[in-house]
């Protein structure tokens, strides 16, 4: 079998020789790095320069100047503008949940270069669309006097007005955050990117390298469109498109591969219909999601263990990160080696858990006669967290039984602290810096106790290991942001903007990236083939997914302004889909036929 990076490798290679220290080799995310470079290796025959690999991210900073600045002080400092402009009193953590909101937003209109004053402009009183948007489609201006037809201005609810007047500040937002971005010299992803085509509209853009080749990309932004366009004419770029003849004319999956070779004509690396070659294909349906972990077993003995050491025989692939956890417990011990290329959300972990009944331990203290007491239900779900089952002796249950024995609402701190131990749990921050303080004190104690327990052959405790240090830098992360942008808040605001914080944090896994069977999320697979594949959560509304990403701007707005949409995600996910099975010999595709809650159990379109 031959896979498309091999084939890519082993052309670079032939073309490129001992030239290669000249060239970089860019693909859309980094696990394809990885393998071409395995590849690469194998067609060396004398040692030579390697050559340079970034994923598009990286190359595009590279080229703006730019520092990419983390999500936390990117929504700290969108807050600060937001309530200069709008005048508003509502709180950080109110705002967080928008302030991701608008950067998702913002980071669309710089990375398909639309026009920010355009796009919030308030349309509801313009008469007439086509003279101040003559550089749009006919359908474009038609999808936006639609939305602005709906408000009626002389009857405008009560939303309608709240929306608009946030909608009519949105572009001083928009322009002062980004002002003060340039003074920092940062942005966040899309602003980066839109700085590299200011960066050719001025002709200050420097390529430092020979050639830039653009390895298995699909759907361009334009400001990619923009930079593939730039290289190709300075004689700098080569493209290689990865694709099947089966999809590539007047099919959902191809219409982003034939836009860009027609622009962008690639690299020639033969014809190829894997699709049309013999493929062994089974569907399983499984009464519930955790039930598809459960069958793995079954399914991986099914499949041939020729060189099952080898990174490229065998992935499974899970479009619900959910699944990770039970994936992992659930495989067997004879495969071999495993690798996980997908991050663990630090929500489904004890870790989190552990934060969140610190949360509710604080949020419900109070103070009587100068003494503290805490709400005995706070104080239960701290004794009886799977923490505390490290040092859990006949004192902590005598502890609990006289709090059930004389049901206590409110429990004295002098009753608890029977310990150093409960003396840090059981204790009162009086500042959002204290509680920072007493958060990672509490979870560098329970660290080092978990870490004494620690023989080097427990998998689950050196998980739970991984998951409190990634909780205890969040907690530090978000406390240094604070601190630098010299924010005031009350500890119930930092608590609230705590949680949302560590909620969004993922784990890595570590391992050896280029043996044995791949554990995989969709997107890590782009560019990458696999003899066998087994995919699980093929249900519709996962994969594809059916949730819309959450936006100021409408639908129609969005669609008139040529910014993605669920329809244009459609179309990737059908990509993702059948390019990832075209070279594959076997295809199991497992899926949730409960109907359990709101789940139809109806299998996915693909």
């Known amino acids: 079998m031959q896979y498309f990076l091999q084939e890519v490798a082993r052309d670079v290679y032939k073309k490129y020789g001992n030239a290669l220290s000249g060239i970089c080799v860019v693909f859309p995310n980094q696990r394809p790095g990885l393998f071409f470079k395995r590849y690469l290796a194998g067609e060396l025959k004398n040692p030579v ?78 008469k007439s669309l086509e003279d101040h948007f003559s550089y749009l489609t006919e359908e474009q201006i038609e999808s936006i006097r639609r939305f602005w037809d709906t408000l009626n201005v002389s009857q405008l609810s ?69 930079l593939f366009k730039e290289l190709k004419q300075q004689g700098k770029a080569v493209f290689y498109w990865d694709y099947d003849h089966f999809y590539l004319n007047d099919h959902e999956a191809g219409s982003f591969i034939q836009h860009n070779m027609e622009h962008f004509p690639g690299e020639d690396l033969g014809v190829y219909d894997g699709m049309k070659q013999d493929k062994h294909i089974q569907f399983v349906n499984t009464p519930y999601d955790i039930s598809q972990a459960k069958i793995l077993p079954d399914l991986l003995t099914d499949m041939p263990q020729k060189e099952s050491h080898s990174p490229d025989k065998t992935a499974i692939v899970l479009p619900d990160e959910h699944l990770l956890l039970p994936v992992l417990n659930s495989l067997p011990e004879t495969p071999g080696e495993v690798n996980v290329t997908m991050g663990y959300p630090v929500y489904s972990t004890p870790a989190f858990s552990f934060l969140l009944t610190l949360i509710r331990l604080q949020e419900n203290v109070k103070q009587q006669n100068g003494e503290v007491h805490f709400y005995y239900n706070d104080v239960l779900s701290v004794l009886n967290h799977q923490y505390l089952g490290i040092i859990r002796d006949e004192e902590v249950e005598k502890l609990i039984e006289q709090i059930h024995k004389h049901n206590k609402i409110y429990i004295p701190s002098g009753e608890l602290t029977i310990n150093n131990l409960f003396r840090a749990v059981f204790a009162l921050p009086e500042s959002y810096e204290s509680l920072s303080d007493y958060l990672l004190d509490n979870y560098y104690r329970f660290y080092t106790l978990l870490k004494q327990q620690d023989e080097g052959e427990d998998y689950s405790l050196r998980m739970e290991l991984e998951s409190i240090y990634y909780v205890y830098i969040a907690i530090k992360r978000l406390k240094e942001v604070f601190l630098q942008h010299q924010a005031n808040v009350k500890p119930a605001t930092y608590l609230r903007i705590l949680e949302r914080v560590v909620k969004n944090q993922s784990i890595p896994f570590q391992g050896e990236p280029l043996s044995g069977i791949q554990v995989m999320g969709l997107l890590e697979t782009r560019t990458l083939d696999f003899e066998n594949l087994l995919i699980l959560s093929m249900n519709e509304g996962v994969f594809p997914k059916a949730e819309s990403t959450p936006s100021f701007i409408p639908f129609s707005l969005r669609k008139g302004f040529g910014l993605p949409t669920y329809e244009h995600n459609d179309a990737i996910y059908a990509y993702y889909f059948y390019r990832l099975i075209q070279r594959a010999k076997n295809v199991t595709l497992v899926y949730n036929s409960g109907t359990d809650g709101l789940k139809t159990g109806e299998m996915s379109r693909f």
């Open 49 to 126: 320069w390697s050559p340079e690999v970034l994923t598009i991210s990286d190359l595009m900073q590279h080229l703006s100047g730019l520092q990419k600045a983390d999500q936390l002080s990117l929504i700290f400092m969108l807050y600060q503008v937001f309530k200069k402009e709008k005048q508003s009193q509502e709180s950080f953590d109110e705002f967080y949940h928008w302030g991701e909101m608008l950067l998702r937003d913002f980071d669309d209109i710089d990375k398909y270069l639309a026009d920010p004053r355009d796009v919030f402009r308030n349309l509801a009183r313009l």
């Open 158 to 226: 009560k939303e309608q007005n709240d929306f608009i007047s946030i909608w009519q500040v949105l572009y001083n937002v928009y322009f002062q955050f980004n002002m003060l971005l340039d003074e920092h010299k940062q942005g966040y992803e899309g602003k980066i990117y839109r700085s590299v085509t200011d960066r050719i509209n001025s002709q200050k853009l420097t390529p430092e390298k020979d050639k830039y080749i653009f390895v298995g990309f699909n759907a361009l932004t334009p400001v990619e469109h923009r």
